[in-house]
């Protein structure tokens, strides 16, 4: 199938970012809780970050149609850390 190879690169690069940026996230912003996830339609299938830590009223942010992330304890941001990681991720993901 032509392109399915080239889909499955770029998902991977994509989970590659988001390993880095996880590692990025959690060392700039210490004790922020965030949760990765694979996004299937209206579903989001969490895979990397706060197992523990489940907000009843998180943060999400779709990246794209495939990622998304939720922060479960927002409220330690300050409103311009906040738009810095939505700026950025963004950036990254378009």
Known sequence: MP?????ANRLAQQQEL???LHQEY??????LIMRWARIYGS???HFLG???TVSFVPYKLALNDNFG???EN???LNPADLDTIISEL?????
């Open 50 to 52: 706060g197992s523990g």
């Open 74 to 76: 927002p409220e330690i």
């Open 43 to 45: 579903r989001w299938a």
């Open 69 to 71: 992330l939720c922060i």
């Open 18 to 20: 988001i390993l880095h």
């Open 3 to 7: 392109g399915t190879s080239e889909a």
């Open 90 to 94: 963004k950036e990254e993901f378009a």
């Open 26 to 31: 959690r060392h700039r912003y210490p004790g």
